[in-house]
């Protein structure tokens, strides 16, 4: 099996550390060692307009480890807007599916290096809260940012660790932490259906 990984996965609670089954991150992980071309990965999602502010996201499959992986199942995640930005309320708007994915990513970057340093966490949760000033995305203010202009995470735990910046300095290997922190090139094209 050149340059690819084999994912196996029990489903019994043995080898386990928070959740997380080591046995296959720390596979994982030894084969991205030792062939580092394995780590590049390509996520893909597939959004349709579907009128108004609705829109839905379809997410089945992505590249990593050298090979194509599908889902178990395909992901539907649907956005709106709500009544006051002109849509309907079905979704969660954009921006909370930004929230959603920061949340989701520093936790599970939280969780499982802990586990790879062998730290267990009994609880985790985190809230979380975004400033946009509406001025910059109606166009009505050129020196307004578009998008959040500060977000803040605040987490409860419980864990064997005592020092919780510890736990905090863990959020710091999340992707979707560092693409906010750091900026991504976006490259947007249009064609004719």
Request: glycine fraction near 10%.
């Amino acid at each position: 099996m050149t340059n690819q990984v084999e994912i196996t996965q029990s489903n019994d609670n043995e080898g386990m550390v928070n959740g997380i089954h080591m046995e296959t991150l720390m596979g994982t992980v030894k084969a991205v060692k030792d062939a580092p071309e394995l780590g590049q990965c390509k996520f893909r999602a597939r959004n349709t307009w579907l009128g108004g502010s609705r829109n839905c996201t379809s997410v089945s499959g992505f590249y990593g480890a050298g090979q194509e992986f599908e889902h178990k199942q395909t992901f539907k995640l649907y956005a709106d807007e709500p009544p006051i930005l002109a849509g309907s309320d079905e979704g969660a708007n954009p921006v909370e599916h930004l929230l959603n994915a920061l949340a989701g990513c520093v936790t599970t970057s939280m969780v499982a290096h802990a586990a790879v340093r062998g730290i267990n966490i009994e609880a985790l949760e985190c809230e979380l809260e975004g400033d946009i000033d509406l001025r910059g995305f109606l166009g009505l203010a050129d020196d307004v940012p578009k998008g959040f202009s500060a977000i803040r995470v605040n987490f409860k735990v419980t864990s064997d660790v005592e020092d919780l910046e510890i736990l905090k300095d863990l959020t710091n290997y999340s992707p979707v932490f560092n693409t906010l922190m750091q900026g991504v090139n976006v490259d947007i094209q249009l064609q004719e259906k």
